[in-house]
């Protein structure tokens, strides 16, 4: 098992079955020209797992929802944006390793070999967020579904799940691999 850390969160990922785009070498010179990424790929039972975590429960701010959940009329909260963002790029990249792009070809080989060819994606975010805006998470959820519907229409995912670190880590697509520090 490979172990790692990111934002107060402990992944035991299974050798040879997971990734990070910020790993390997063909994301490296991409990364700094606004491409995102999401933090771990895994394989599970024939899907491959995309997880992001963030932890706001440091954050020196005070948080509001409307740090998180767009408003309407009003111009999305720029940590909505980045989760999109993400999420998006990622899909992007894979779609291009599994199309084969000149670019695709070299991040499919630095894949698990499960993840070279399509498969079937759950796509997941991890928050840690102060317990007061806990409540927000459902609308946050429902405001990400529908500003990612569809992307995600087109890599044929229903939605992505958004769940506060407590809920991540007793789930059972993530549980065997995530445990807290």
Known sequence: MAIYEESGLR????DGAHFRFADTDSYRPLSGQFLKEMDFAWLHEGSLVLLEVKDFTLTR????????VPA??????????????????????????WGETGWGRQLAAELPAGARKPLG?????????????????????????????????????????????????????????????
Do not use: C
């Open 11 to 14: 992944f035991d990922l299974p």
């Open 61 to 68: 701010a005070a948080l509001a929802a409307t740090d998180f």
């Open 72 to 97: 309407k009329d009003q111009p999305n909260p720029w940590r909505f944006d980045e989760l999109v963002k993400k999420i998006t790029d990622t899909l992007l990249m894979l779609a291009a390793g």
């Open 121 to 181: 994606l759950v796509l997941a975010v991890g928050l840690d967020m102060p317990a007061d805006l806990k409540v927000h998470l459902p609308a946050l959820r429902i405001a990400l579904n529908d500003q990612l519907r569809g992307r995600l229409k087109l890599v044929d995912v229903k939605s992505v799940a958004l769940v506060d670190y407590d809920t991540l880590v007793s789930r059972p697509t993530f549980s065997p691999y995530v445990a807290r520090l």
